[in-house]
């Protein structure tokens, strides 16, 4: 079976450079959230899309954004970066209309290291 | 508001030994509850959810959760730990809002397993 699909795996990148995750969820699925996890933390959750458009925000920076495409891929965009963004990236996806349990599947996560 | 605490940031059993996981929850709504493994530099796999139904769950690799609404709790048990059970569990709510699921997780629990 299809599962959520994040790219790059491992990125590494200079402080104050611009960063940009890919994720690419279950086919049929039309919710994608986005969690940062830090070294020893608990998933943080950042922010979700619904249908295209953002249903909840966590504690995203002001320095990230992010957006959900019409094929329902969502890409998380990071700039100016700072060494405490360093941190493995998940990205998950649901089915709201479909499912009425929450349920959320987890890609294997991006590994962003900041120098 | 939503909260998950999970009462033991580190559990440590002999090989054979039974796993206790502890989890309360707090919640407005009547949630759905989830346990999720992470094996280290891996994603998040879905061990076992609740979604209103039997009170007692059974999920994957021999662990089981119950549902106690009185106590607020959803600890996760297995009668033997095997070596590669060591991994850090997190205990997860999801309420269904109007428009999309709003998922907290529990800060995780270090299961270490002795030979």
């Known amino acids: 079976a299809a599962g959520v699909i994040q790219s790059p795996r491992h990125l590494i990148k200079e402080k104050r450079e611009t960063a940009t995750l890919k994720c690419y969820p279950i086919p049929r699925h039309d919710t994608v959230y986005w969690y940062q996890q830090g070294p020893g933390q608990d998933p943080q959750f950042l922010i979700s899309?619904?249908?295209?458009?953002?249903?909840d925000k966590g504690s995203i920076p002001d320095r990230f954004s992010a957006q959900q495409f019409s094929d329902y891929h969502s890409e998380l965009n990071m700039s100016s970066l700072e060494l405490g963004d360093s941190a493995l990236y998940f990205c998950?996806?649901?089915?709201?209309?479909?499912?009425?349990?929450?349920?959320?599947?987890f890609g294997e996560g991006s590994r962003l290291t900041v120098l | 508001a939503q909260s998950v605490t999970q009462l033991d940031s580190h559990v440590s059993v002999s090989e054979g030994t039974p796993v206790l996981l502890r989890c309360n929850y707090s919640s407005s709504y009547s949630p759905s509850l989830f346990w999720y493994v992470q094996h280290p530099n891996k994603g998040l796999q879905l061990l076992l959810k609740?979604?209103?139904?039997?009170?007692l769950v059974k999920g994957i690799n021999g662990f089981e959760a119950e549902f106690k609404k009185s106590e607020t709790s959803f600890h996760l048990t297995k009668p033997s730990a095997h070596m590669s059970d060591a991994a850090e569990y997190f205990c997860v709510v999801s309420d269904r809002e109007t428009s999309y699921d709003k998922v907290i997780f529990g800060p995780g629990t270090s299961l270490s397993v002795i030979p």
């Open positions: 998950a996806s649901s089915s709201f209309t479909g499912s009425v349990t929450g349920e959320l599947f």
């Open positions: 609740y979604t209103s139904a039997a009170t």
């Open positions: 899309f619904y249908e295209k458009m953002q249903s």
